[in-house]
């Protein structure tokens, strides 16, 4: 799977005060593009402080793309912090 993240802003936020992200994936397999339809749906179902929220789910067959519109939570991406050393108890109470 190749996939990018990208911060956006909703067309209806003119203050730009609401950032989100979206995950643009580039499939030629279907079942890599199931998993990515199974990925947004089970975020769609969890309500967690420390699970980012899916807002909703586009594709454009013609490109072989998904875009899975989520929460922007900014700061640097989990392996990054445990290749830093963190424990995972230390990334746990960052979740928190």
Known sequence: M???VYK???????L?????AVKVSLEDDEEKKIAHRNEYELMAKINHPGIVSSKAIFENP???????V?????????????????S???IRSLLR
């Open 62 to 68: 013609l490109a072989g793309e998904i875009h899975i």
């Open 2 to 4: 190749h996939s990018s």
């Open 88 to 90: 995972l108890s230390e």
């Open 70 to 86: 989520m929460e922007l939570v900014e700061g640097e991406d989990l392996s990054k912090q445990i290749s830093k050393g963190f």
């Open 16 to 20: 730009k005060e609401n950032p989100l």
């Open 8 to 14: 956006c802003f909703s067309i209806n936020d003119a």
